[in-house]
């Protein structure tokens, strides 16, 4: 069975203090895995895309790694404003569009 | 560019009674992907529509059906609303296969 699984639920920050959200999956084929920012009462704003292993990205704070069993979000010297919950996301090669979520981890930066 | 709209933003019905939500995604793109955002189950697939045909589903049961009109705007609608049914209802526009979709602002259902 398809399955991601985010760890913490929830981690609260000092402002520049770095951090790492971990994505753990199990997938029959991966098609990609996916990283979204959520605000509340929002939808989800895409960040990465990651296809295989060993495969990074970055953006402004943010940075995505991949290896065959979980993905890494790294934030760096965050700020207040990165206080959201992130969710990782993956497709299978079998289910063409659809997007097996995580729960989400909960980020809230102290100022 | 447009975002993926959804309409309308929340919605107050009672147990028993129907709903239709609506979606249009962004221009150009032809999958439309709809889901359910519930604080303890987070994120569920409810179905996929490409060109007017639905191409996947979740397992929900028979009450949650959807469509897509000729010019990839979609409904879906619950019948028979239950309680549980209260959630965010989340639209993803999606602009070809192994992308990323891009979601809407979603329609917040709460039944009473």
């Known amino acids: 069975e398809d399955q991601v699984t985010q760890s913490p639920e929830a981690l609260r920050l000092q402002e520049g203090e770095s951090s790492s959200l971990n994505c753990s999956y199990t997938v029959s084929g991966l098609r990609g895995l996916f990283w979204y920012r959520q605000d509340p009462g929002k939808g989800p704003e895409f960040l990465f895309t990651l296809y295989s292993a060993g495969e990074e990205k970055e953006k402004e704070r943010l940075k995505a790694t991949l290896t065959k069993k979980e993905s890494f979000l790294h934030i760096t010297a965050p700020k207040p404003e990165d206080s959201a919950t992130y969710l990782c996301?993956?497709?299978?090669?079998?289910?063409?569009?659809?997007?097996?979520f995580g729960t989400g981890t909960s980020l809230t930066v102290i100022p | 560019k447009a975002g993926v709209t959804q309409t309308p933003r929340y919605l107050i019905k009672t147990r028993g009674q129907q709903v239709t939500l609506s979606c249009s995604p962004i221009s150009g793109h032809r999958s439309v992907s709809w889901y359910q955002q519930t604080p303890g189950q987070g994120l569920q697939f409810l179905f996929e529509?490409?060109?007017?045909?639905?191409?996947n589903k979740g397992n929900f049961p028979g009450r949650f059906s959807g469509r897509q009109f000729s010019n990839s705007r979609s409904e879906m609608n619950v019948s028979t609303l239950e309680l549980g049914d209260s959630a965010l209802y989340l639209c993803?526009?999606?602009?070809?296969?192994?992308?990323?979709?891009?979601f809407g602002q979603g329609t917040r259902l709460t039944v009473v």
């Open positions: 529509y490409f060109s007017e045909t639905q191409r």
């Open positions: 996301a993956v497709q299978a090669t079998r289910t063409g569009n659809q997007f097996y």
């Open positions: 993803a526009s999606t602009p070809g296969v192994r992308t990323e979709a891009f």
